[in-house]
């Protein structure tokens, strides 16, 4: 069983900036890929970002160059640096637990509301 939590979301003002955190325990964190999808309201939830073991990332057309995903496996923690936010980043952000390099999660953090206003 993999628990995650996750921290950091908030209100911000267009243009502002954001970090969300996430610590899992339950799981060999350091040998998974790990990442943030986000869902807004009548929307599909979508992948963000990811980062594998080795600290490759992968990220959404819509937030590169603004976002950093990162992470650090003696802590167990991810992390998600969101700057430049766009009322459009507006989302319920989950941190996702993925045991294949690329594949589908398998486990979920509860989410954490980010709300950016014009």
């Known amino acids: 069983q993999v628990q995650l939590v996750e921290s950091g979301g908030g209100l911000v003002q267009a243009g502002g900036s954001l970090r969300l955190s996430c610590a899992a325990s339950?799981?060999?964190?350091?040998?998974?890929?790990m990442g943030w999808y986000r869902q807004a309201p009548g929307k599909q939830r979508e992948l963000v970002a990811r980062?594998?073991?080795?600290?490759?990332?992968n990220y959404a057309d819509s937030v590169k160059g603004r976002f950093t995903i990162s992470r650090d496996n003696a802590k167990n923690t991810v992390n998600l640096q969101m700057n430049s936010l766009k009322p459009e980043d507006t989302a319920v952000y989950y941190c996702?637990?993925?045991?294949?390099?690329?594949?589908?999660?398998?486990?979920w953090g509860q989410g954490t509301q980010v709300t950016v206003s014009s």
């Open positions: 996702a637990h993925i045991p294949s390099k690329w594949g589908m999660p398998d486990y």
């Open positions: 980062i594998t073991s080795g600290g490759t990332t």
């Open positions: 339950g799981s060999i964190f350091s040998f998974n890929t």
